[in-house]
C-alpha cells in the first residue's frame, strides 16, 4: 500500500513541476523580455526579406517566392512558355522590378503588426507550431499589403506596357478566355498588377516563415519553444 501511494506522491508532483515549468515559460514569454524577444524575432525575418525585395538578382534566385505564384499567373507563364520564352523572363525581371518599389511601403506595415503583438498573440506563438508567428502576422496584415502595393504594382507594370505584350502574344487562343472564364480574351492590366502583388506578399511570407523555422530554436529556446 505505502508503494502505491508513494508512485502516486511521485507521479503528482512530476505533473506539479510539468505544469509549473509550462506556466513559467508562459509568463516569461508574455513579460516585456519574452516580447520584445519575438518581436526582434520577427523583425530580423522582415528585414531579411525585405533585403532578398531590395536585390533585383536575390529575387529572381530566391525559390521561395517563386513558390508563391499564384495558380492563374503560373498558368498564364506556361501557356507563354510554349509561345515566347524570352517573355515569361521579362515578366518576371518587370516584377522583380516592382518588388523593389514595394519594400518601402510593406516595411512599415509588417513593422507596425509586430509592435501591435499581444500577450495572447505570444502565448499562441509560444504554444503552436513552427511558423506560428508568421502566420499571425500574415493574417493581420495580407490583405492590406496586398491593397497597399498593388497601386505601385500596377504602375511599374503598365511603365513596362507588359500587360499588352502579353495580350498580344496570346491574341486568337481562347486560352484566356478558359483560364479567365467567359469571354475574356485579354488579361487586364488589374488583374495581372492583383496576381503580381499576392505574390510578392505571399512570398515575403515564405521568406519570413523560412527565417523563423530555421532560427526558433536558437532564438525562442530561453522561452520554452
Known amino acids: 500500500m505505502k508503494k502505491y501511494i508513494l508512485a502516486i506522491a511521485l507521479i503528482t508532483g512530476t505533473a506539479a513541476v510539468i505544469t509549473t ?5 508562459t509568463s516569461l514569454a508574455t513579460s516585456d523580455l519574452g516580447l520584445s524577444i519575438i518581436k526582434k524575432f520577427l523583425l530580423n525575418g522582415i528585414d531579411k526579406g525585405m533585403n532578398v525585395y531590395g536585390n533585383k538578382d536575390a529575387f529572381l534566385q530566391n525559390n521561395l517566392v517563386d ?9 498564364i507563364n506556361t501557356m507563354l512558355e510554349k509561345i515566347s520564352p524570352s517573355l515569361v523572363a521579362k515578366e518576371r525581371e518587370y516584377v522583380a522590378e516592382a518588388a523593389s518599389y514595394t519594400v518601402n511601403i510593406s516595411k512599415p506595415i509588417l513593422q507596425n503588426a509586430v509592435n501591435s503583438l499581444n500577450a495572447q498573440d505570444v502565448t499562441r506563438i509560444i504554444q503552436g507550431e513552427k511558423g506560428t508567428a508568421t502566420l499571425i502576422l500574415k493574417e493581420k496584415t495580407s490583405d492590406q499589403l496586398v491593397a497597399a502595393i498593388a497601386p505601385k504594382v500596377d504602375e511599374q507594370l503598365n511603365r513596362y506596357g507588359i500587360v499588352k505584350t502579353i495580350n498580344t502574344a496570346l491574341a486568337g487562343s481562347n486560352f484566356l478566355g ?7 480574351n485579354t488579361v487586364n492590366a488589374g488583374g495581372l498588377s492583383k496576381l503580381a502583388s499576392e505574390q ?3 512570398g515575403l511570407f515564405n521568406i519570413i516563415e523560412d527565417y523563423e523555422v530555421k532560427n526558433s530554436k536558437a532564438l525562442l529556446g530561453p522561452l520554452g519553444k
Not at 515549468?21 to 515559460?25: A, I, K
Not at 513558390?67 to 498558368?75: I, Q, T, V
Open 21 to 25: 515549468s509550462v506556466q513559467s515559460c
Open 178 to 184: 478558359n483560364l479567365l472564364g467567359g469571354n475574356n
Open 200 to 202: 510578392l506578399v505571399n
Open 67 to 75: 513558390k508563391a505564384l499564384p495558380k492563374e499567373l503560373r498558368d
